[in-house]
């Protein structure tokens, strides 16, 4: 039984019309900001690295290494696009809520930015191609620090640290099917954007009414590449095990560095004096390298299970806090699933609606305290997928975590996300067979 040819293809001009404002309306907020959430934990090397998956992934802990469905585009591993068939646009936006904390104060914050944007296209029986643009890293954190210069505590300094900015990335994907149910895919990203970093000084021992700060701003850009793997074994005749692997082929960057001085006033937007030290100096960015490995057992058109691992080298990548220890590999694990009622229902909604879920545990490289314990970051995931015409879907993630301890870390990050994409589908430059 092959459930796409249960759906009609639409008008192509009607659906490309649809596409093409969708297209605009979501291209807008590609060009803000990358995120406008605090997060300490993004000071890193060029920020903190974004979420490969899209929605539908989301749903599902973030698996996507072996399992595909055909109809949404699997942003993980581009060999597995070799599975659909059908032009498809999906695009998402985020809302997250977020809670952190210390020993001493806590902050609530709320915030969102895009998701992605992704359209793939079935180039020959064997080929599909995808474009798309998404976040990459995010730098957004802004802390400051008292110290007393005598013992007596009169006087005092004021350090304000502050980071800014982030990298988003264009991605062109191929997967190829190479023989029955074996894939091959590559990845081509190219990288932009800026980071600024400043760090500020105040002395209130003399009533100073300005700050002298150190200002740091770094350009982004180059190309990365991903190399994907895939295999599909049939155990029952609509029953299938899934075998995937991906991996990053890129471990610098490029970029272009600038640096001055300011002394400005306390607003901060006045400069009363500058001096540049460095003036666009070029420099290789370390980033960090990831590996997956994922297998998953899927009922077609029915359900499905799967378990993903990454480990991601950190080794190289500067920890921009002058500690000369190296940052630890990260690991990752991911399960997930999900599960559609009866596809072929007519009369019921609800059983043609595909309902998903999953988790995923991290130790992340990110050690706040200094003291060797890095912080755990673990969540659950839910999700549905309600249907439209002709193969489209409404898709709507949730996932709720926690990242660090108190007690352990120092910091500790509580987090709601909210997630909405749409997945439109079609058959373009494909004749219709009249029976």
Known sequence: MNFISLNKPTNILKTLRSLLIVLFLSMAPAVWA???????YSYLGMGEIQKSENVTQMMMGGIGVSNSNGIYTNVVNPALLARNRWTNLEVGVNTEYKTLQDYRQQQKVFGGNYQSLNLTLPITDRWTMSVGIRPHSAV?????????LNLLGVDSLIYSYKGSGGVSKVSISNGVRVYKELYVGLQMDYLFGQVNRNVATQNMSDGQYYKVQLEDLTSYSDFQFKAGFAYRAKLKPDMFLNLGATLDLSSTLKANQVKRFATMDLSGLTVINADTLEKSASFVQQIPVANRIGFSIEKAAKWMVGVDYTYTDWSKVNNNLGRSATLPASHKVSVGGE??????????FFKRTTYRMGASYEKTPYDFLGNGNYAVDKNLSFGVAFPLRNLSFLNLAYQVGRRGLITENGIEEQY????????????????????
């Open 140 to 148: 957004e954190y802004e802390t400051r620090s008292y110290r007393r």
């Open 339 to 348: 599960y559609i009622p009866d596809i072929e229902s007519v009369s019921n």
């Open 416 to 435: 709601h996300r909210l997630t909405i994409g749409l997945t439109f589908s079609d058959l373009w430059f494909q004749k219709q067979k009249i029976n």
């Open 34 to 40: 990358q995120t406008i959430l605090n997060s300490p």
